[in-house]
């Protein structure tokens, strides 16, 4: 989400984290909710972390800010993420989703959310559950989430596993230490603060 600030900003040369840009908006602003309630936050939901990933994949060329405003609509049209349901997307549902305005009409990413969902049905069975599959590959470094993303999901390049992980508290680097979020956070025990590395 960074890149969406960063292309808005890109005549300023001084280096703003997220958190000092949020911190600038009103707080009925999208970003606000995002950064205060749901970014770097644990999810200990399949079906939550499953809406991220999915989130995250749909921002590819696109900014946050879009992808936030259409939240509402992609857990609508995507059935609240349903992992189940969406891994038994047809053609009927793949031609509903790409007729569909509130959300992004693109082949490639509604595609993926199908195939993830199945992806993620079989880690379940193999793992117990997508966490358990995260939590058994954690630590590792980005790059080598990176490798392990892309060996197993569709459309899961660098950027959107590097949000996605720092989105769900894998990888370090959400929050700024003197963000009072950051203290939220660590509460709640990320993934990254019992990282070996
Ligand atoms: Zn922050």
Not at 48 to 68: D, K, M, P
Not at 74 to 97: E, H, S
Request: aromatic share 14%; hydrophobic share 35%; net charge positive.
């Amino acid at each position: 989400m960074l890149r969406d600030f960063f292309i808005s900003a890109s005549t300023n040369s001084n280096i703003m984290s997220y958190c000092e840009y949020v911190w600038t908006m009103d707080k009925e602003n999208v970003h606000v909710h995002y950064h205060d309630r749901e970014y770097g936050f644990p999810i200990h939901d399949d079906n939550h972390l499953f809406a991220r990933l999915v989130l995250e994949i749909n921002q590819a060329g696109l900014s946050w800010t879009t992808i936030l405003n259409k939240k509402e609509n992609f857990f609508k049209a995507y059935d609240n993420f349903d992992i189940n349901k969406v891994a038994n997307y047809k053609q009927k549902q793949f031609d509903r989703l790409m007729n569909d305005a509130g959300i992004i009409r693109n082949r490639l990413k509604i595609n993926a959310a199908i195939e993830n969902a199945k992806k993620i049905k079989l880690l379940q069975k193999e793992f117990g559950s997508f966490e358990k599959w995260l939590d058994h590959h954690h630590p590792k470094t980005k790059e080598e989430w990176v490798k392990l993303f892309k060996e197993t999901f569709r459309f899961t390049g660098g950027e959107i596993v590097n949000e996605f992980l720092q989105s769900t508290g894998y990888l370090p680097g959400a929050h700024v230490e003197r963000c009072p979020i950051y203290k939220k956070i660590l509460v709640k025990k990320p993934a990254w603060m019992k990282g070996k590395r």
